[in-house]
């Protein structure tokens, strides 16, 4: 009886150690993502922060874009 509690025991123990090791590796795998994100959020911050004084000038400038005078008509 002893010896079936202990080999359930340590057949439990096994199991959650595994469990366990699925879970570190899970948030190992999070943790690459997070940065990833980090790394792309910062990219693209960059980028905005880099385009918002062409959109200014632009809009202060008043550009007006001339691409429809330039097609031919009767196309």
Do not use: F, Y
């Amino acid at each position: 009886m002893i010896n079936h509690i202990a080999a359930q025991a340590q057949e439990e123990s096994r199991q959650l150690r595994a469990e366990v090791a699925r879970w570190r590796a899970h948030a190992a795998r999070l943790a690459k993502e997070i940065e990833a994100w980090k790394a792309g959020h910062l990219e693209g911050r960059a980028d905005v922060v880099s385009i918002v004084p062409l959109l200014i000038a632009a809009q202060q400038e008043k550009v007006a874009c001339t691409c429809a005078s330039q097609i031919p008509s009767g196309s």
